[in-house]
C-alpha cells in the first residue's frame, strides 16, 4: 500500500524557514519522480517542485524558485522541502505527491503529473 506522510508544518513568522519532510513506503522511491504541491483557501493546487528520480533534475514554480529547496534520500525513502525567506502568500497545506508511472517530472500546466498524495500539513506564515 503506497503511503506519503508529510511532516513538519507549523507557523512561521515571515522571513523564516520551514523544512517539510515526506515519508514514503510501499513502493521503491528510487524509481519514481516526487513532488510538492500547496493549496490556499480558495485557491487551486499549485504544483511547488518536482525531482526526478535520480535528485539530478528538480523544477520549481517561479514563486518559489530561489527560497525553496526540494531534494530527496532514496535509501531512507524519504522527500524533503527545505522552504527560506517565507512569505505569508506561502501559507498552505502542503502535499507530498508520487507520479508511480516514471522517473522524470512531467508537466501539467502550473501542475506536475502525480497520481499518489498524501494528507498534507499546514504551514501557517504570520507574525
Known amino acids: 500500500q503506497v503511503q506519503l506522510v508529510e511532516s513538519g508544518g507549523g507557523l512561521v513568522q515571515p522571513g523564516g524557514s520551514l523544512r517539510l519532510s515526506c515519508a514514503a513506503s510501499g513502493f521503491p522511491l528510487t524509481y519514481y519522480a516526487m513532488g510538492w504541491f500547496r493549496q490556499a483557501p480558495g485557491k487551486e493546487r499549485e504544483g511547488v517542485s518536482c525531482?526526478?528520480?535520480?535528485?539530478?533534475?528538480?523544477y520549481y514554480a517561479d514563486s518559489v524558485k530561489g527560497r525553496f529547496t526540494i531534494s530527496r534520500d532514496n535509501v531512507k525513502s524519504m522527500v524533503y522541502l527545505q522552504m527560506d525567506n517565507l512569505q505569508p502568500e506561502d501559507a498552505a497545506v502542503y502535499y507530498c505527491s508520487a507520479d508511480l508511472q516514471r522517473g522524470e517530472c512531467v508537466r501539467r500546466g502550473s501542475n506536475f503529473a502525480m497520481d499518489h498524495w498524501g494528507v498534507g500539513t499546514q504551514v501557517i506564515v504570520s507574525s
Open positions: 525531482i526526478e528520480s535520480s535528485g539530478d533534475t528538480t
